[in-house]
C-alpha cells in the first residue's frame, strides 16, 4: 500500500464476480470460432484461421478470466472522509479521484444477479456533473456506506 493511499479495498468476492463476467464474455467469442471451425470442417476449408482465432482467444480468455480481474482488484481502493470520497483504480494508468461531500446529490446501491449471488452491491455516488461507483462491496457494508455517505453529504450541505 503507497503512502495516501485509500485505505478500503473492495470484497474479494468481487474478484470471483469479475472472473465470471470474463467467462461469460470470452464464451461469447468462442461461439464465431466455433461454428466457423464447424463450417471448415463441414466445406473443407483452410483450418488456418481457426487455428490463429483459437490461439487469440485462448490468449484472450487467459486475460479476461486471470490475469485483468486480478490486477483490477489489487488496484480498486476507496475510503470515505466526512469532507470527501477517495477513490482509486486502473491498471496500468491508476486514476484517484476525490469526491467532495458538499458535491454529492444522491446514493444508490446497485446489485444485478451475480452480484446478489455473492452478496455483494455497487455503490453509486452522483454529484451534479457525474456519477462515480464503488463496485463489489459486501451488501451490508454497501448499505451502511450508502447512509454514511448521504450522512455527510447532509452535514457538509448544512456546513455550506
Do not use: C
Not at 472472473?19 to 461454428?35: A, D, E, K, T
Not at 479521484?97 to 452522483?126: F, S
Request: zero cysteines; aromatic letters at 10%; a positive charge.
Amino acid at each position: 500500500m503507497s503512502i495516501g493511499e485509500p485505505k478500503n479495498q473492495i470484497s474479494e468476492k468481487g474478484l470471483k464476480v469479475w472472473r465470471i463476467v470474463g467467462m461469460i464474455i470470452s464464451g461469447l467469442l468462442w461461439i464465431p470460432i466455433i461454428v466457423y471451425g464447424i463450417m471448415s470442417y463441414i466445406f473443407e476449408w483452410s483450418f488456418l484461421y481457426v487455428g490463429i482465432a483459437t490461439i487469440v482467444s485462448v490468449l484472450f480468455t487467459i486475460f479476461m478470466v486471470k490475469i485483468l480481474p486480478s490486477l483490477r482488484w489489487k488496484r480498486w481502493r476507496y475510503e470515505v472522509r466526512e469532507q470527501e470520497i477517495e477513490l482509486q483504480h486502473g491498471i496500468w494508468i491508476i486514476k484517484r479521484t476525490l469526491v467532495p461531500m458538499v458535491r454529492v446529490q444522491h446514493v444508490d446501491t446497485l446489485q444485478g444477479p451475480l452480484l446478489r449471488k455473492y452478496q455483494l452491491a455497487t455503490i453509486e455516488i452522483t454529484t451534479a456533473a457525474t456519477k462515480h461507483e464503488i463496485p463489489a462491496v459486501n451488501m451490508v457494508e454497501a448499505e451502511e456506506l450508502r447512509h454514511a455517505i448521504s450522512r455527510l453529504a447532509r452535514v457538509a450541505e448544512d456546513d455550506v
